[in-house]
C-alpha cells in the first residue's frame, strides 16, 4: 500500500480513537474514554510517519570535494617551464658574472727597461665588466709566462661593485738575465674560478719588460760586421718583441697585434723583420730598411687569423748587425 494511503488511514484512526466517534459521526456514549497515554501513543505514531515521509523525500548532502593540498604539494617538476622562476638547485656559477675590463698601465709601459735584479711595481687600472661585486675575497693570481717574484696570489684591497674601476699592483723583481719578459696574471673569485678578459672573461692581462745589463738581449749572430757598425758590435742592443695577448679562445677572425723595439747606440741604416713560426704557413709583412738616429725605436706588426693556431714569433733585425729578439709564443682557439 502507498506510503501516503497508510499515513492518511493512521491519521484518521487516530482522530477517530482520540474524539471517541465512530464513522458516520454517532457518538457512542457507552464508549470508554481513552487514557492520556494511549493519545500520546497515537499521536507518536502519527509524528513518526511523518517524519519517515519527510526524510525519504530530502535528498541526502553529498559530501564536499576534497581539497588537493597533497596534489598540488607533490606537483612539482625538476625542470622548469617557460616563463617560471629559476630553481634554486642552479648551479652558483651565472655566465657574466666575472669578467674584467683592461682600463690602462698605470705604471710599468710594455718595454720598460731594468737592470737584472732591479725591483718595481707594476700597476693596471681594472674595471668590473661583470655583474658580481669583487669581494676582498677575490684575489689576483699568476697565471703563465714569467712570475718575476711576484705572489702567487694576492687578496683584492677593497670592494669593486659592478661598473667600478680598480687600481691593482703587484710587486715584481726583473730577471738576472738580460732579455725580454712576460708576465700574465688573471683574477680569481671567491669560489676559486679564474676570469679575466675578453668575451669569454677568461683572458689574463699581462707585464712586460726588458732587461739590460752586461749580457746584450737576444743573440749576436756571427760574421763579419757591416761598414757601419762599431768594433765590438754593439750598435744594436735591446732587440725585443711582446704580444697584446699569447693565449686566445673566441670567434675568429682575431688580430694578435706585436710590439717590437730595438736601441741603436749610434745613427745607422737598419734593417729588420718580423719573423714567426706557426702551425700552418703565414704571409708576414716584408722587411724594412730606414735610416735612424741613436735612440730606442718602437716597431709595431698586426698578423690576423682566420683559423686556430699555434706558434712563435721574433723581432729579427739583420742589419746593421743580426740579432733576434726572444720568440714569443701566441695560441689561438676559434670557438
Same mark, same amino acid.
Given at each position: 500500500?502507498?506510503?501516503?494511503?497508510?499515513? !492518511?488511514?493512521?491519521?484518521?484512526?487516530?482522530?477517530?480513537?482520540? @474524539?471517541?466517534?465512530?464513522?458516520?459521526?454517532?457518538?457512542?456514549?457507552?464508549? =470508554?474514554?481513552?487514557?492520556?497515554?494511549?493519545?500520546? *501513543?497515537?499521536? $507518536?505514531?502519527?509524528?513518526?510517519?511523518?517524519?519517515?515521509?519527510?526524510? $525519504?523525500?530530502?535528498?541526502?548532502?553529498?559530501?564536499?570535494?576534497?581539497?588537493?593540498?597533497?596534489?598540488?604539494?607533490?606537483?612539482?617538476? *625538476?625542470?622548469?617551464?617557460?616563463?617560471?622562476?629559476? /630553481?634554486?638547485?642552479?648551479?652558483? $656559477?651565472?655566465?657574466?658574472?666575472?669578467?674584467?675590463?683592461?682600463?690602462?698601465?698605470?705604471?710599468?709601459? #710594455?718595454?720598460?727597461?731594468?737592470?737584472?735584479?732591479?725591483?718595481?711595481?707594476?700597476?693596471?687600472?681594472?674595471?668590473?665588466? %661583470?655583474?658580481?661585486?669583487?669581494?676582498? $675575497?677575490?684575489?689576483?693570481?699568476?697565471?703563465?709566462?714569467?712570475?718575476?717574484?711576484? &705572489?702567487? @696570489? *694576492?687578496?683584492?684591497?677593497?670592494?669593486?661593485?659592478?661598473?667600478?674601476?680598480?687600481?691593482?699592483?703587484?710587486?715584481?723583481?726583473?730577471? &738576472?738575465?738580460?732579455? @725580454?719578459?712576460?708576465?700574465?696574471?688573471?683574477?680569481?673569485? &671567491?669560489? %676559486?674560478?679564474?676570469?679575466?678578459?675578453?668575451?669569454?672573461?677568461?683572458?689574463?692581462?699581462?707585464?712586460?719588460?726588458?732587461?739590460?745589463?752586461?749580457?746584450?738581449?737576444?743573440?749576436?749572430?756571427?760574421?763579419?760586421?757591416?761598414? /757601419?757598425?762599431?768594433?765590438?758590435?754593439?750598435?744594436?742592443? %735591446?732587440?725585443?718583441?711582446?704580444? #697584446?695577448?699569447?693565449?686566445?679562445?673566441?670567434?675568429?677572425?682575431?688580430?694578435? =697585434?706585436?710590439? %717590437?723595439?730595438?736601441?741603436? !747606440?749610434?745613427?745607422? *741604416?737598419?734593417?729588420?723583420?718580423?719573423?714567426?713560426?706557426? @702551425?700552418?704557413?703565414? !704571409?708576414?709583412?716584408?722587411?724594412?730598411?730606414?735610416?735612424?738616429?741613436?735612440?730606442?725605436?718602437?716597431?709595431?706588426? =698586426?698578423?690576423?687569423? /682566420?683559423?686556430?693556431?699555434?706558434?712563435?714569433?721574433?723581432?729579427?733585425?739583420?742589419?746593421?748587425?743580426?740579432?733576434?729578439?726572444?720568440?714569443? /709564443?701566441?695560441?689561438?682557439?676559434?670557438?
Amino acid at each position: 500500500m502507498p506510503l501516503k494511503k497508510i499515513l !492518511n488511514f493512521v491519521l484518521l484512526s487516530s482522530l477517530l480513537v482520540f @474524539s471517541g466517534c465512530k464513522p458516520g459521526g454517532q457518538a457512542e456514549a457507552t464508549e =470508554t474514554p481513552l487514557s492520556p497515554e494511549a493519545v500520546f *501513543t497515537a499521536a $507518536a505514531l502519527t509524528a513518526q510517519v511523518r517524519m519517515t515521509e519527510l526524510i $525519504a523525500s530530502t535528498p541526502s548532502p553529498q559530501p564536499a570535494t576534497p581539497t588537493q593540498t597533497i596534489a598540488a604539494a607533490t606537483v612539482t617538476s *625538476t625542470v622548469p617551464s617557460a616563463g617560471a622562476a629559476p /630553481s634554486l638547485t642552479l648551479p652558483p $656559477a651565472v655566465p657574466g658574472a666575472d669578467k674584467v675590463e683592461f682600463v690602462a698601465d698605470l705604471t710599468i709601459p #710594455d718595454g720598460t727597461v731594468f737592470s737584472p735584479g732591479e725591483k718595481f711595481t707594476k700597476t693596471w687600472r681594472l674595471m668590473n665588466a %661583470g655583474t658580481a661585486t669583487w669581494t676582498t $675575497a677575490y684575489t689576483l693570481v699568476f697565471f703563465s709566462g714569467e712570475q718575476m717574484g711576484g &705572489a702567487a @696570489s *694576492t687578496a683584492l684591497p677593497l670592494e669593486v661593485p659592478s661598473g667600478q674601476t680598480l687600481d691593482l699592483s703587484v710587486q715584481l723583481t726583473a730577471p &738576472a738575465q738580460a732579455g @725580454s719578459y712576460t708576465g700574465y696574471w688573471i683574477l680569481r673569485n &671567491a669560489a %676559486g674560478r679564474n676570469f679575466g678578459l675578453g668575451p669569454n672573461a677568461d683572458g689574463p692581462f699581462y707585464v712586460q719588460i726588458n732587461v739590460s745589463g752586461t749580457a746584450a738581449t737576444g743573440t749576436p749572430q756571427t760574421g763579419t760586421p757591416s761598414a /757601419s757598425s762599431t768594433p765590438g758590435g754593439d750598435t744594436v742592443s %735591446g732587440v725585443t718583441l711582446g704580444v #697584446d695577448a699569447a693565449t686566445v679562445q673566441q670567434a675568429c677572425p682575431y688580430t694578435f =697585434t706585436f710590439s %717590437g723595439r730595438f736601441t741603436l !747606440n749610434k745613427t745607422a *741604416t737598419v734593417t729588420y723583420r718580423l719573423e714567426a713560426d706557426t @702551425s700552418f704557413p703565414i !704571409n708576414l709583412p716584408g722587411a724594412t730598411t730606414t735610416s735612424l738616429n741613436a735612440g730606442t725605436h718602437e716597431v709595431t706588426y =698586426t698578423l690576423e687569423f /682566420s683559423d686556430s693556431v699555434t706558434g712563435t714569433a721574433r723581432l729579427h733585425v739583420t742589419a746593421p748587425q743580426d740579432v733576434n729578439s726572444d720568440p714569443v /709564443s701566441i695560441s689561438l682557439t676559434c670557438n
